[in-house]
């Protein structure tokens, strides 16, 4: 079974390109983590999980409910991570999850897909994400052939650098830099409440038709990127800034569940 969890499509693009040519069963986890739903799950098939990388580490969201959630059936899960430039050491700690539930590690796989997290970085054009999503299609189709082959992914090279960043830098991330305080919608705003169904934590609600956000946030970009008139705003960082969301589509040969 593929698990993914997707704030902008890249990893949901992903999952279902996998999802169509394994014909397995997709599930997004959004709603399982928004109203923390651990219950039992169980699969025949080897576990996927699809998840964005943030801070050179699967997001910390993600991570809680795999460790809360019991997988039965199969011991066997694969990770594949979306990522704008690199996953950093995500291998040291996604084998100890798995040492934890007593499953099997076949590894990690990256899959590079255009930048989405507007905070930090810009994001690129339409035209720029069509082309990093071909150039990716050659490494999904490497991560199906591994997993229906039974196959471990291969293990890639850690660096010094990459140590750091999944070790001291993600722990510093989030208390540093993961806020909501700098979010706020501009008069654009049409009261549709898309970002109040989009966000994993439940964190805005609407005061006088605006969104208002909590203190609950993992910076998914959700919220800004998926406003369908452009009306939320991270600071004065995001004005006149490109939103992303994956412009490409992928359907299961089965629904998701």
């Known amino acids: 079974m593929i698990l993914y969890f997707s704030a902008t499509g890249n990893s949901e693009y992903v999952a279902k390109r996998i999802c169509k040519k394994t014909e397995d069963q997709a599930m997004n986890l959004l709603n399982k983590i928004r109203e923390h739903d651990y219950s039992n799950l169980e699969s025949d098939k080897p576990w996927i999980i699809v998840a964005p990388t943030y801070s050179w580490r699967i997001p910390r969201i993600l991570y809680n409910w795999i460790e809360k959630t019991t997988l039965l059936g199969n011991k066997d899960i694969y990770f594949i991570m979306t990522c704008a430039g690199s996953i950093g050491n995500s291998e040291k700690y996604l084998n100890k999850?798995?040492?934890?539930?007593?499953m099997n590690y076949r590894g990690c796989f990256p899959i590079l897909m255009p930048e989405n997290y507007i905070a930090l970085f810009s994001t690129p054009s339409k035209e720029e994400s069509f082309h990093i999503i071909e150039l990716a299609e050659v490494d999904i189709d490497k991560t199906i052939e591994t997993i229906k082959k039974n196959q471990s992914f291969p293990s890639t090279p850690i660096t010094i650098k990459d140590q750091l960043n999944s070790g001291i830098i993600n722990d510093m991330f989030y208390p540093m830099f993961v806020?909501?305080?700098?979010?706020?919608?501009?008069?654009?705003?049409?009261s549709c409440g898309k970002c109040v169904t989009v966000c994993p934590l439940n964190n805005i609600h609407m005061t006088d038709k605006k969104p208002v956000w909590e203190n609950n946030c993992t910076h998914c970009m959700a919220c800004?990127?998926?406003c369908p008139?452009?009306?939320?705003?991270?600071?004065?960082?995001?004005?006149?800034?490109?939103?992303?969301?994956?412009?490409?589509?992928s359907f299961c040969l089965k629904q998701d569940i």
């Open 97 to 102: 999850l798995c040492h934890m539930k007593n």
């Open 229 to 249: 008139v452009e009306a939320i705003e991270y600071g004065n960082r995001t004005k006149s800034m490109m939103r992303y969301t994956c412009p490409k589509q």
């Open 179 to 190: 806020s909501a305080k700098k979010f706020y919608a501009t008069d654009k705003c049409i």
């Open 224 to 226: 800004i990127n998926r």
